[in-house]
């Protein structure tokens, strides 16, 4: 007996998401499956955004529906173009109807097969043709993202050598795509109005780099270029800037840090002490030690150099941040003198300058290291072990877009040799805008340590890496920051850090009722054992988990991992260009010998330390790039693609959703009453993954 299924198609809403090719579709249900039928209204079935009804006729009635498989074939002389499958409905001739969610794009000739949206564990499949399908789906996965090594010591990578080498499904939509390529071009056209990016000169006052970008200036970054040199800006930076991960209370002086109470006593107040004010928890330090001994380049035909500063800061009785001492370098010596806030402008001038120079590199290290590579360690084991069917895989899946290529961009185009990309450049001219503009920074040409010293600092960042220091609330706690004022990246990071706690616990725990669950769920075993393995080369220092034992484990390492690839990614990377584009207070190199006694320098000083013209430009400009928020930027909390069509994880997900847009409106309400704005960790400004 004939049997009818009403299949309901629907195209992505993204640009260019249609196709003028055919689309075929078959129909796997227990009891056997359906012809090979083409999906044809008579008409332009697939286009942006459309939702079209077919019907499917068997002979006899498939049973339960367990699968679909589409195919796509190029349509006759029209150019062959990709196309985005959104969702597939079918509703059974028993009246069902169940969702197939696909969310990826097809390519010519490409076979796709789609299970149902019920999330399902492997110990929880009932049908051995399924087991297969999730067997086969990992296999594939398997081949398709191997890991590889791209600098010895750090976190291994996905094996692409290039952006479009990587399968469709991973890739930038064309919107995505084209506004990369509008704001690099953006970003260069103003370099060249300006007449910089090709004079190697030396600045000759600093009237002249106010120019530099200001048409693209904030209200930040005018801030920052007014009060840069004041001190009590200057502490504030450690704790909101763009790299609020090197300040830690000071509980006793450094054996190799030459300061005493008679140095610093005129900064603490009338009968202060340096002994007491550390026992009150009043005494803070920056430590750049793993700065020292780095290798440092040429450019311009200059020497650059970079210090391993120590910086000490006092909060005073208003709460505000004052640094009170710096010393350049590591070890005490008699060419290495403490500076002090009362010493000549200048030298305090420079000494600061040396220290914001360092404050830039360990950001840059901190920033690719802590977001870039740890969200491709944790994308790629999760494509390799847990399929689509997992619900592990359909909670986190969107925390993982564009990662993959956002990340092969960065290692071909900024860190890789211009050879490895020159093919692709001729082909796809679009890209070259992107490549002129980062390949000349972020390839770290123009950081005083270079590709190599970046590649030695990054191993440093990684040795002292632990889950705790992942982990928002133990990271406060160990550094000692819990009752530190006007800290807004703790508050607003510990509230986020709670609503995504919440968020997971209920989700996790409506999968994994026990601990016996989670240790029987062999696939979550694989992600994090590939996690550990290849993202924390087996460091078992670290205190990343190797195995999950309980449902407990799971809901801190998934919260921890939506944090990092979310919130954390905003705080170090959307504050780059209000801070960096006076460059002066974010300086990626520095051309002079640090001072080796006081009293020598004079108001020239300055613009001898600080790089050329060109050097500067270059890295302000990927300063901007980086800081523009995407055109499609899907923030924190939001799920556009439905993988989940349960009542109960529905709901959770809008709940989660609410209670991160009363947190937005409370801290826009808190940012109007500060003359410093803090927005970094504003929920609907904080994308939902690495994507830039």
């Known amino acids: 007996m004939e049997a009818l299924y009403e299949v309901e198609v629907t195209t992505g809403s993204m640009t260019h998401a249609g196709t003028f090719d055919n689309i075929f579709i078959t129909l796997i249900g227990i009891h056997g499956e359906s012809e090979r039928t083409k999906l044809d209204s008579y008409g332009r079935d697939f286009k942006t955004g459309m939702k079209v009804k077919y019907k499917v006729t068997t002979r006899f009635t498939l049973g339960n529906l367990l699968l679909i498989r589409l195919e796509k074939d190029h349509f006759m002389f029209l150019p062959e173009n990709d196309w985005f499958c959104s969702l597939v409905k079918v509703r059974t001739p028993e009246k069902d109807v169940i969702h197939f969610p696909c969310y990826r794009w097809m390519a010519e000739g490409e076979r796709i097969e789609l299970r149902e949206a019920k999330a399902t564990k492997i110990y929880d499949e009932k049908y051995l043709q399924l087991k297969e399908h999730r067997k086969n789906e990992l296999k594939l996965n398997k081949q398709d993202y191997q890991w590889t090594e791209f600098k010895t010591g750090l976190p291994q990578c996905t094996c692409f050598q290039e952006p479009l080498s990587l399968p469709s499904v991973v890739r930038f939509s064309f919107t995505k795509d084209m506004d990369s390529a509008f704001n690099s071009s953006t970003a260069l056209g103003e370099i060249k109005m300006k007449n910089l990016v090709k004079r190697p000169d030396q600045w000759a006052q600093m009237e002249d780099m106010k120019s530099a970008f200001w048409s693209s200036r904030t209200t930040i970054s005018e801030y920052v270029q007014l009060h840069w040199m004041d001190d ?57 030690k793993r700065l020292a001994d780095l290798p440092t380049q040429v450019i311009n035909g200059k020497q650059q150099y970079v210090t391993a500063p120590l910086c000490l800061l006092y909060k005073n009785q208003m ?85 993959l290529q956002i990340n092969t961009l960065i290692r071909n185009r900024l860190l890789g040799p211009v050879g490895a990309v020159a093919q692709v450049l001729h082909f796809f001219p679009h890209y070259f805008l992107v490549y002129t503009i980062t390949c000349k920074s972020l390839s770290l040409q123009n950081t005083s340590i270079g590709d190599e010293g970046m590649t030695d600092l990054m191993k440093k960042v990684l040795s002292d890496l632990t889950y705790s220091s992942l982990c928002l609330l133990e990271d406060i706690s160990d550094r000692g920051l819990e009752s530190v004022p006007n800290f807004f990246y703790r508050d607003d990071g510990l509230q986020l850090w709670g609503h995504i706690n919440g968020f997971v616990r209920s989700m996790v725990e409506f999968y994994y009722q026990s601990d016996g669950d989670v240790q029987r769920d062999t696939e979550l075993q694989d992600w994090i ?39 954390q990614h905003s705080a170090l990377r959307a504050g780059l260009f209000d801070y960096g584009s006076w460059f002066p207070n974010a300086p990626g190199s520095l051309k002079r010998l640090p001072p080796t006694s006081k009293g020598s320098l004079d108001k020239n000083t300055l613009l001898d330390t600080l790089p050329d013209m060109n050097t500067s430009i270059y890295l302000v400009s990927v300063f901007w790039l980086l800081s523009k928020p995407s055109s499609d930027l899907v923030s924190l909390g939001q799920y556009p693609e439905d993988y989940f069509f349960q009542t109960a994880p529905q709901k959770m997900i809008k709940d989660h959703q609410a209670e991160l847009s009363f947190l937005s409106e409370s801290i826009k309400d808190r940012n109007t009453g500060l003359q410093v704005p803090y927005t970094y960790m504003c929920p609907d400004m904080i994308s939902n993954s690495v994507s830039i």
Not at 260 to 272: E, K, R, T, W, Y
Not at 335 to 363: G, I, M, T
Not at 549 to 556: D, L, N
């Open 232 to 288: 009590e800006f200057f502490g504030y930076q450690f704790l909101n800037g763009p790299n609020p991960m090197m300040l830690r209370r000071c509980s006793e002086l450094p054996l190799n840090f030459a300061v005493n109470d008679d140095m610093v006593q005129p900064f603490l107040g009338s009968g202060a002490s340096l002994t007491l004010e550390m026992k009150q928890g009043n005494i803070f330090l920056c430590d750049y």
């Open 319 to 403: 709460g505000k941040l004052l640094p009170i001492a710096i010393q350049l370098q590591q070890q005490a010596s008699e060419d290495n003198p403490v500076f002090l806030p009362s010493d000549c402008e200048y030298d305090w001038q420079l000494a600061k300058l040396y220290v914001r120079n360092a404050d830039c590199l360990e950001h840059q290290a901190s920033f690719y290291l802590r977001t870039h590579l740890l969200a491709e360690t944790f994308t790629v084991s999760l494509l390799r072990n847990l399929p689509a069917a997992h619900p592990i895989h359909k909670l986190l899946i969107p925390h993982t877009r564009y990662t």
């Open 529 to 567: 054992k590939e996690i550990f393995i290849h993202g924390f080369l087996e460091q078992s220092c670290t205190g990343i988990p190797q195995c999950f034992s309980t449902v407990e484990e799971v809901i801190k390492f998934i919260t921890m991992m939506i944090f990092t690839v979310s919130a």
